[in-house]
């Protein structure tokens, strides 16, 4: 069983920059894609970007210029590095994965932009 830890969420300015990192750690060996997605105050969750385990980029219509994904298969960790982040961007970023095609979820870190 694959499980899901994001970090680097935190308070920063608008214009600003961030990178979140997500750890797998568990039963890795059946990880296929790895994303995020955020969620918010008020608004349903909705995909930020993914990344195949082949490598390739998905990045949604609305993020991207200002987002890029990478992942490091050794490590099991996929980034999301953000840039000239708006007060809009404040959320909460969450990690998915397929576990052999099971989706699993990490628990969530907050990014909070001030104007």
């Known amino acids: 069983q694959v499980r899901l830890v994001e970090s680097g969420g935190g308070l920063v300015q608008a214009g600003e920059s961030l990178r979140l990192t997500c750890e797998a750690s568990g039963t890795t060996s059946r990880l296929n894609a790895m994303g995020w997605f955020r969620q918010a105050p008020g608004k349903e969750r909705e995909r930020v970007a993914h990344?195949?385990?082949?490598?390739?980029?998905n990045t949604a219509d609305s993020f991207k210029g200002r987002v890029a994904i990478a992942r490091d298969d050794n490590k099991n960790i996929v980034y999301l590095q953000m840039n000239s982040l708006k007060p809009e961007d404040t959320a909460v970023y969450y990690c998915?994965?397929?576990?052999?095609?099971?989706?699993?979820w990490g628990q969530g870190t907050q990014v909070t932009v001030s104007s």
């Open positions: 998915k994965a397929k576990d052999g095609g099971i989706p699993v």
């Open positions: 990344m195949s385990a082949g490598g390739t980029r």
